[in-house]
């Protein structure tokens, strides 16, 4: 699956606008495909209310201060990046919706603003009513690798067997909008993986084939028979299965650990953590497997970090990791 020239020109467009200027475009495409009076705009999110009950959520920010000018889309690889920063984090999120509703699609779609800077939009506009009548769950298109489903601060464990059977494989994740969206509009949601890799920095690379192979796996979500409302449930309140043991208990009580040098990460109970002699990282404090230790005794996440000389908070704490 590569993209067609069509399609190539149109996430071109997208990936060289600003916030500002997509925020205002997407208004309009929105307003082209949904009925005039199901659409808003305010500063934090253009939303627009369609005809199924799930939401599809991307936000328009990158970390970039600028656009990319330069793109380059390698058709026999069949990857994208850019010297300049490509911003697929997540402007491949915004292209997918606006791709699946081209197909059309009419599910609910929320574009959120400034989620790079701590979800401001998506934490703004959860102060007022949900701007759906029905809404059964929520689908993030912000997530790096190919098949990733991240569930963050949500435990209902029926939705998490859900998603997987449309071919997803759950991970943890740190923090994104659905963290924001879904305690507030009562609903479970999903972060999915879109195919971007080294986000953040301007080594990013989207794999294309990926990014359209999510795209189809939501579809079929979308087309689904079987769909139902699954509730919000906090991982506070639920229980979780250890990846070692497989004994359950209280979500609070276990601990995420990564397994890779992708900061693939699984949960352990106290025990066998001591079992597996779970290493700590000297910077954000989280575990990690021994056989992944490098020798500044980072994390995979603190250690890539570290190499493109971004900075992290740690318990509200900003700094550049030594």
Known sequence: QILNSRDLHSFKAILRMSQPKLHNAVYQMLKNIYPADKVTKTPDAVCAEGTIPICLVAHLDTVFASP??????????????SPDGLGADDRAGVFSILKILSAGYLPHVVFTTDEESGAVGASNL?????PFKELDYIIELDRANATDCVFYEGANYEFEDYVESFGFVTALGSFTDIVELCPAWGVSGVNLSIGYRDEHTTSEIL??????ATIEKVKKMLDAHDRKK??????????????????????????????DDKNHKIWLCGDCVANEQVEWCDYCYEGFMPGILNKDKLCPECE?????????TVFGNTRAIQ
């Open 68 to 81: 990319p000018s330069e793109i380059y889309y390698d058709k026999e690889a069949n990857v994208m990046w």
């Open 126 to 130: 959860v102060q007022h009513e949900c």
């Open 207 to 212: 794999f294309i084939g990926q990014m359209l």
């Open 230 to 259: 699954f509730p919000f449930i906090s991982e506070y309140e639920g229980t979780c299965k250890c990846n070692s043991c497989g004994k359950v208990r209280s979500s609070y009580m276990m601990i995420p650990v990564s397994v």
């Open 304 to 312: 890539r970090l570290k190499k493109n000389g971004f900075t992290r």
